[in-house]
């Protein structure tokens, strides 16, 4: 069955520290991942895709598909960071997207 | 650019009544999809668009589920006998054949 994890609900971490955004997938195919965000009171939006190998506001993540992981890493974290991040998956086509739970990441000054 | 206005916003309505929630594109796009999401959990896939029709509504908890998008622009999710258990932000999104989803603002449904 097709799932999306993020077992983190919060991490806390403060200014300039690493931050890591866990996420594992179980798809039976070959998977688009990408990882949303929604700051406070606005809509949710796209970070990032994996398809397009970017970085996006100091964000990256990586394809694993042997651990089947999508990991969201930021070497130094802003305060402006802080926001709930959703990590997503669709098969080839686009016609439905799996979202994880979220975690909500809260940079402290 | 792409943006999605949902209404209501908030909706607060009593157990057995009927709602529609409704969703309008600004720009053109074929695909439109309906999320479900409750308090502390990640949205849920409810159905997906193709134009006017549904290509996938496997997401659709139960009959008394449905959603219609006439015209191909705006879409309305239309739930009968409302229960408690449907209280949740219903998210609409539009978009792009390179994945990216474009979301509204959401409607805040509250079941008494």
Known sequence: AQRVTQPEKLLSVFKGAPVELKCNYSYSGSPELFWYVQYSRQRLQLLLRHISRESIKGFTADLNKGETSFHLKKPFAQEEDSAMYYCALSGGGFNKFYFGSGTKLNVKP | ?112
Not at chain 2, 14 to 41: F, M, N
Not at chain 2, 57 to 83: C, H, M, W, Y
């Open chain 2, 1 to 112: 650019g792409a943006g999605v206005s949902q209404t209501p916003s908030n909706k607060v309505t009593e157990k057995g009544k009927y709602v529609e929630l409704r969703c309008d594109p600004i720009s053109g796009h074929t695909a439109l999809y309906w999320y479900r999401q409750s308090l502390g959990q990640g949205p849920e896939f409810l159905i997906y668009f193709q134009g006017t029709g549904a290509a996938d509504d496997s997401g659709l908890p139960n009959d008394r589920f449905f959603a219609v998008r006439p015209e191909g622009s705006v879409s309305t999710l239309k739930i009968q006998r409302t229960e408690r258990g449907d209280s949740a932000v219903y998210l609409c999104a539009v978009g792009r054949n390179t994945g990216e989803l474009f979301f509204g603002e959401g409607s805040r449904l509250t079941v008494l």
